[in-house]
Each structure stands twice: as C-alpha cells, then as structure tokens.
C-alpha cells in the first residue's frame, strides 16, 4: 500500500460527543438489577462485585430505567435504538459541524458507525432532513464492529478523506448498549455487560488537501490486525427476542498476552506519545498498561471516560481522544481500540 505524504493526510476539524439524558448511576443499577435478576439468576450475588469493581460511577440510557422492568422484544428494541440512537446522532454531528464552522449541507461523506441496532433506511438518512445534509452526499454505514467501531470508523473516514481532497468527511459512530438489555437471557456474559455498558455517541468531521486546516491534528492511515479463531471472544449472537451478547472473560489476559507483538507488527518502531486507548472496562485498561509498558494510571482520561460513561461501545475511544485533544496534548497519539473479529485497531494522529 502506498503511503501517504504529509499534504494527503486529511486533517480532524473537530470532534464531539454525546450522551442521552437517562442518567443510570451504578448504584442504582445495583439495585435495580438485584430486584429484576436474583430470582431469575442463581448466580447473581456471586456476580454482583462486578458492578462495584467495574470502575464505573453514572453511565446514560436512551430509555428511562423503568423499560427495563419489562420483557422486550425485536419491535420494541429496535424502535428504542432508531429515536435514541438518531437523537444522538443529531445532536453529536449538529456539535461537531458546528466546531469545525461547517454546515450540514457542506457534508460531502457521512460515514455511520453502529452495531447495537438495524433500521434501513439507517442513521444518516433517518436525521437528514432535520441536520440538513444534500440530497447527493455520500452516504458510508459501517456495522458489525462493535468496540473497533469508533477507531476503525475513523479509519475509514480518513481513507475516503484522503481519496478526495477538499470534501468534508462526517464521521459519526453510534451506539444504544443498553437497548439490548434481556431478561430472558441469563448468562455471566450478560450480568458483566449489565455492568458495563452504557449510550453515547461521538463524532469527528475531517478533511484533506485544505490549506487553510494545515495546524489541525493529522490523521495517518489506519491499520488492524484479526487473531485467527477469536470469533468466540465478543460480539453478538442473533436470538428470538434481540441480540445476545457475547463477552468472555478471557479479554484482559488475551489483550495482556498478544497486544504488543500485533501492534509491533502493525506499526514496527513507530513512536507513540500518548496512547488513546478503548476503555473497555477497568480490567482491560490495567491490562493494556502492562502490555504497552506505561506506569500505571498512565491511561487516566480512558478511566475516567469509563467512571463517568462506562462502556458504550464504538464511540468511547472517541470520548477519550476529545478529552485528550481538549488537554492540549501535543506530539505522536495512537488512537486504539479491540473488537469483535477479534481485532485489534489501530490508527495514528499528529497534533502539532
């Protein structure tokens, strides 16, 4: 593959995030998943330290705690995900176009990132008369990438940046983890996701071949690496009533074990001043510190983005890279994220 010279690398004009206005505090949801789970779940006060070791405080939902007393099915998860996640999408792009000084009719690619719910038409094409994209904008939805999403979207952004210098590239990545709550599916895997995960969205505008956007972080080609036979090790399973999660425990020992010698093979020697890290939970980032070899807290913006939003899935990586870039961090990022496959994705940014 050809590399990219300076002048084609595209450059990020902005960046923004979202959350719903449900906000779910761990407590609570303690709580309230005792009351909905212990009878159903022999297993539950066993599992139950994982909320409080979980390195979570609040995390948002698109629904109000009470929808999830009640059973759900496909009609009714998916109708939640389309007004949740389209509210998000609004209100992540409406900001990041605005910081960039751009409107949505300036939009030449909408790239969609989401893997926690279907609805066609999808995001970009359900908010496009409220947002106010043309009617000949590039339309790119990207699903089944789960955690990878938010890195791996970027990734592909930036490629179709660079492809066609001067457009205006609309980089959203959406998801509603907590629509696929199920009470009629009781496995450890879905107790630790009760745990875990949480709504949000992010999204990043980019553009190449502008001379005016020469002092903006710049964006390198993005890269990622498949384990061959990972599939087991997360992402969905497709049941009667939703999407099932699949979550196995093994992540942090398997990112701890082969972490550093796929990214080596992926960026050989390259330097890296802040790594900008996935947060996928408080056992995955303690891993990824002793498999990049940082001091411990080094990944503090990547703790702190998981106490106050918890796992939301694609876009989290993209929370801590704004509160990274808001933090005036200057020199080589990585951006980085695991997912589904199971892969591991990579991507490099310069600030200047």
Not at 172 to 180: G, I, K, N, P
Not at 281 to 309: F, H, M, W, Y
Not at 327 to 339: D, E, I, N, P, Q
Request: aromatic share 6%.
């Amino acid at each position: 593959m050809t590399p990219w010279t300076e002048d084609d690398r595209p450059r990020l004009l902005s960046i923004a995030t979202a959350v719903p206005p449900t906000l779910l505090r761990q407590d609570d949801i303690v709580t309230e998943s005792r009351a909905l789970l212990q009878s159903r779940f022999s297993q539950f006060d066993r599992l139950a330290p994982a909320f409080q070791n979980a390195g979570i405080d609040t995390r948002h939902s698109v629904v109000p705690l009470d929808w999830f007393r009640q059973p759900h099915g496909w009609v009714d998860r998916t109708r939640a995900y389309a007004e949740g996640a389209a509210a998000l999408f609004r209100d992540a792009a409406g900001l990041a176009l605005d910081q960039a000084g751009l409107r949505a009719d300036q939009v030449d690619i909408i790239v969609t990132v989401s893997s926690t719910g279907i609805v066609t038409p999808t995001l970009e094409a359900l908010t496009a008369r409220d947002l106010g994209f043309r009617a000949d904008a590039m339309r790119v939805p990207v699903f089944g990438l789960g955690c990878a999403g938010g890195v791996s979207g970027l990734s592909i952004a930036a490629d179709l940046a660079a492809a066609r210098p001067g457009a205006v590239v609309l980089m959203v990545a959406v998801e509603t983890c907590t629509v696929l709550f199920r009470l009629d599916r009781l496995a450890k895997a879905d107790i630790i996701a009760t745990a875990l995960f949480g709504d949000g969205a992010a999204a990043v505008v980019l553009r190449a071949g502008h001379a005016a956007d020469d002092a903006r972080p710049r964006i390198g080609r993005g890269r990622q690496h498949m384990w061959p036979d990972t599939l087991g090790i997360m992402g969905w399973t497709v049941e009667e009533t939703g999407l099932g999660v699949v979550f196995d425990r093994s992540i942090p020992s398997f990112a701890e074990a082969e972490l550093r010698t796929a990214l080596d093979g992926l960026i050989p020697d390259h330097p890296v001043d802040r790594h900008v890290c996935h947060p996928g939970g408080a056992k995955v980032i303690t891993a990824l510190e002793t498999t990049l070899s940082l001091p411990e807290g080094s990944l503090d913006v990547e703790r702190r983005v998981l106490a106050q939003n918890g796992n939301m899935s694609a876009p989290t990586v993209l929370f801590v890279l704004e509160q990274v870039l808001r933090a005036g961090t200057r020199g080589s990022l990585l951006a980085m994220a695991l997912g589904p496959g199971f892969t591991l994705s990579v991507l490099p940014i310069t600030v200047q």
